[in-house]
C-alpha cells in the first residue's frame, strides 16, 4: 500500500483518486475548495464532476496543500495545465523529501513552449523530485468511474518508475502499459485535443462521417510530424498515447474538447463556448502552442493552422474548411512525416 496524494478533484483526477483508493492505497484527493473537500469527505460525492458517482468510503479530501504535501511519496498532478505552475510553486515550501510525481494533464504551456513534464521540473527543484511519469491515453473519467475498461500508457525515461506507476494503477478494469518516450506521450497527449476541437466544428457544420474520418487521419500525420521533430517516438503516435487518444477525444460526447467545437460549427462564439462548458477547454490553449511549436520547428500542420485562425482571429469554420479543400495537390505518402 501506498501513500498517494492527488492534486486536483475535476472529474479525472477525482476519477484516478477512486482507482487508486479502491486498490489500497492510502490516498488523499486535494482540492482548493473547501466545500468541495467536505462534500466528498461528509458525502462521498462530487455532484459537479461526477454527479452520478459514489465515492469510496476510504478517499479522503482536503483543501490544505501542506497536508497534502506531507501526506504522499507519490503525488499524481491532475490540476489543469494552466494551474500546473501555480500549484507546483505553492507546494514547493511544503515538501521536504522526494516524491515521485505522475502529471496526468494534457497540454503544452503557449509562449514557453514547454511541455507538462518540463513545466513541473521548473517549478520544484530536483530535491524533491524522485522523478516523472505521464499518465496517458484514451481514457474518459465517465467510463473510468463505472468500471468500464480502460487501457492508458505510463511513460518514464527510468522504465522501472514507469512501472511503479503500472503497479500503483492496474486492476481488472484499468490496463497500464509502459513506454520510455515522454516526448512522444506528452505531445500526442495535448495535440489530440487541437483535432478534436476540429472534428467538433466539422460536426458542427454536419460535414458528416467522411470528412471527420479524414480530419482524424490528416490530424494523426500532423501530431506525428510535430512530435518526431521533437525528438517522439514514431511509433508512439500509432498507440494508445497517440492514435487512441486521438480516437476517442475526436468521437466521444464526453470529450469537452470535441463538444466545444461542436459549439463552435453551430456559430457559436468561443467566449460563450467556454461559458457554457463550465469546466476547462485544453485544447483552446494548446491550439496556441501548438501554432507556435510549428513555425519553431517549421512543421507543416495546415489543420491546426486553420483552427488557430478560427480561435484566435475570428475566422468563420466553414471558411477554414472550404481553405482545406483546395490546397496544392500533394501525395498522400509524402505528408505522412
Known amino acids: 500500500m501506498e501513500n498517494v496524494t492527488v492534486l486536483g478533484a475535476g472529474s479525472w483526477g477525482t476519477a484516478l483518486a477512486i482507482v487508486l483508493a479502491e486498490n489500497g492505497h492510502n490516498t488523499l484527493l486535494w482540492t482548493h475548495r473547501e466545500e468541495q473537500a467536505n462534500e466528498i469527505n461528509e458525502y462521498h460525492s462530487n455532484k459537479k464532476y461526477l454527479p452520478e458517482t459514489k465515492l469510496p468510503s476510504n478517499l479522503v479530501a482536503t483543501h490544505n496543500l501542506k497536508e497534502a504535501s506531507d501526506h504522499a511519496s507519490i503525488i499524481v498532478v491532475a490540476v489543469p495545465t494552466k494551474a500546473i505552475r501555480e500549484v507546483c ?35 520544484l527543484t530536483p530535491e524533491v523530485i524522485d522523478d516523472i511519469v505521464i499518465l496517458s491515453g484514451p481514457s474518459h473519467a465517465e467510463e473510468v468511474v463505472l468500471r468500464h475498461p480502460t487501457t492508458v500508457t505510463a511513460a518514464c525515461q527510468d522504465i522501472e518508475k514507469a512501472g511503479i506507476v503500472q503497479d500503483l494503477f492496474m486492476n481488472n478494469y484499468f490496463r497500464v502499459y509502459t513506454n520510455d518516450d515522454i516526448v512522444g506521450v506528452e505531445i500526442g497527449g495535448a495535440l489530440k485535443n487541437v483535432i478534436a476541437l476540429a472534428a467538433g466544428i466539422s460536426d458542427g457544420l454536419n460535414y458528416g462521417d467522411n470528412a471527420k474520418a479524414a480530419l482524424i487521419t490528416r490530424g494523426l500525420a500532423e501530431i506525428t510530424r510535430l512530435g518526431v521533430k521533437m525528438g517522439g517516438n514514431p511509433f508512439t503516435f500509432s498507440g494508445l498515447t497517440g492514435m487512441g487518444d486521438l480516437i476517442v477525444t475526436c468521437t466521444s460526447i464526453h470529450s469537452r474538447n470535441y463538444r466545444a467545437g461542436n459549439l463552435l460549427g453551430k456559430g457559436h462564439n468561443l467566449t460563450d463556448v467556454l461559458d457554457q462548458m463550465g469546466m476547462v477547454v485544453e485544447g483552446v490553449r494548446t491550439t496556441k502552442a501548438a501554432f507556435q511549436l510549428a513555425q519553431k520547428y517549421e512543421v507543416p500542420m495546415p489543420i491546426t493552422f486553420a483552427l488557430y485562425d478560427v480561435l484566435f482571429n475570428e475566422k468563420i469554420p466553414k471558411a477554414a474548411v472550404d481553405e482545406l479543400m483546395i490546397r496544392m495537390k500533394k501525395q498522400e505518402i509524402d505528408e505522412l512525416l
Open 89 to 123: 510553486s505553492q507546494m514547493l515550501s511544503y515538501l521536504n523529501k522526494k516524491a515521485l510525481f505522475v502529471h496526468v494533464s494534457k497540454g503544452i504551456e503557449p509562449d514557453s513552449l514547454l511541455r507538462i513534464s518540463e513545466i513541473i521540473e521548473q517549478s
